[in-house]
């Protein structure tokens, strides 16, 4: 986002929390079943084999949450003097946008 001459920004408003941590606690509730299936394998199985399923599946919960809190951290409203800007990430690399005068 460029500022224009003579344009200053006024304000920066985020997005609202609430959804963010509704999708958070939909991770979880999702995650929540594998952990329990490993509970039960880990029971039958060695610790090894028990603690690598662990780690594999709190590393891919782990990246999920990763990219539900950048998109929340980085969409953004600006309100300039001149302007008002909407910046929304549709992904970590994929980046728009919209402006009203």
Do not use: C
């Amino acid at each position: 986002m460029q500022l224009r001459e003579g344009e200053a920004v006024l304000k920066t408003v985020s997005r609202h929390p609430t959804p963010y941590f509704l999708k958070l606690a939909e991770v979880i509730a999702i995650a929540i079943p594998f952990y329990v299936l490993i509970f039960y394998i880990g029971r039958e199985a060695s610790a090894e084999v028990t603690l690598g399923l662990l780690a594999f599946i709190s590393f891919f919960i782990g990246i999920i949450i990763a990219v539900f809190s950048f998109d929340y951290l980085l969409d953004k409203l600006i309100i300039t003097n001149k302007r008002v800007i909407w910046v929304n990430w549709r992904s970590l690399f994929k980046r728009e946008e919209h402006e009203a005068e």
